[in-house]
């Protein structure tokens, strides 16, 4: 090659080294554009993603492309560009959301004199359904003789098939209110709907956000008008950022006693019910303020892993579990299997009692 030959080469080179420096600068200047947006969309509670914005990005260059990139060339470019923004908006966005939920959620949860998250760890029990007043006082009057002092019933009762039991509704509530009152315990239960919220509201000390409802946004905007607890299970298909925006919906609209709840997620096993997440309790636990408490009778779907369960889960900073305990579980009009039966359940606090004690 001749001196004058590489003498081009060079300074084609140092144009190419001008031009890198012009592409870094406008990228960043597209960055901060795109952060620009990610802050709108937290604050509208707007999804990152957007496709149709993408499609339509990507149309506009190719009709402007003049060459000499191939088309091709171009959409693999842009295609790569829209990726490592859309990676920029979702890393800003957790960093942002946790951030948030710091400052917005409380120490502790009060439910009328008890804490949740503030001290030991607390045991929610009960049967899946509030089947009969009888079976329910039975129950109740157990549980508080072992130190529960919450007590959990399904009023209404979303079933994967519309031939299963779907529970007593509204007068399931009600008796589950009675029942709790008479026993001196904090009673917990499923809201479905916005439509019986009010009534809801008035006999039940924790609303309960069940894992169906969890994308319900018109509920958890309601809730969020409200000043009652509520305890928030996270969906069996659902990523921890995405519950962490759920709870934001309630605290964003000023109800702030919100507890979370990991009930498992949908995986390829099948040896369990779902597959028990602890991470989740852990992500919680380093990054929000929020109470979790794990809901070890869902997870597992049998009543046999129950105690160890609930063991690694209060080892994992869980601030309590949600258990479901039935007087006849082989007679249980819903979940017969994953429910411990009355003299199980004194076994189980038993089994419990070391790892309870441990964080009181």
């Known amino acids: 090659m001749t001196v004058r030959g590489k003498s081009r080469i060079d300074d084609l080179r140092e144009q190419i080294d001008g031009v890198n420096e012009k592409v870094l600068q406008l990228l960043n200047r597209r960055t901060q554009l795109v952060e620009q947006v990610r802050d709108q969309k937290l604050k509208f509670g707007l999804p990152m993603y957007d496709p149709m914005r993408e499609r339509d990005q990507m149309a506009r260059l190719l009709a402007h492309n003049p060459g000499p990139m191939s088309r091709t060339t171009v959409e693999n470019i842009f295609r790569e560009v829209f990726r490592a923004s859309l990676a920029q908006m979702q890393l800003g966005a957790e960093e942002k959301l946790q951030v948030k939920m710091r400052e917005m959620a409380p120490r502790g949860v009060d439910v009328s004199g008890i804490p949740i998250g503030a001290g030991k760890p607390i045991i929610i029990a009960g049967p899946c359904a509030v089947e009969q007043k009888r079976t329910l006082d039975v129950a109740a009057r157990r549980l508080k003789a072992l130190g529960v002092q919450f007590l959990r019933g399904g009023g209404f009762k979303p079933r994967t098939s519309p031939y299963a039991f779907q529970g007593l509704g509204m007068r399931g509530v009600e008796i589950l209110a009675e029942v709790a009152s008479r026993h001196g ?56 950022e995405e519950m962490f925006l759920a709870a934001e919906y309630l605290m964003s609209g000023g109800n702030r006693n919100v507890v979370l709840c990991e009930r498992g997620i949908r995986t390829f096993e099948t040896a369990t019910r779902n597959t028990l ?23 597992a779907g049998r009543r046999d892993l129950l105690l160890r369960l609930s063991r690694a889960a209060l080892a994992a900073g869980a601030d309590g579990l949600m258990v479901e305990v039935h007087p006849a579980p082989g007679a249980a009009l819903s979940d017969g299997s994953q429910q411990l039966g009355l003299d199980e359940f004194a076994r189980f606090m038993e089994g419990l009692q070391p790892y309870l004690e441990q964080r009181g």
């Open 185 to 240: 315990m904090r009673s917990v239960s499923e809201a479905t709907d916005v439509t019986s919220l009010a009534r809801f509201v008035e006999l039940v000390d924790v609303v309960q956000v069940g894992a169906r409802n969890m994308f319900n946004y018109d509920l958890l905007k309601r809730l969020g008008e409200i000043r009652r607890p509520v305890l928030l299970k996270r969906s069996f298909g659902a990523t921890t």
């Open 277 to 299: 997440d602890l991470s989740s309790v852990c992500l919680v636990k380093e990054t929000t303020d929020l109470p979790i408490i794990v809901d070890v009778s869902h997870a």
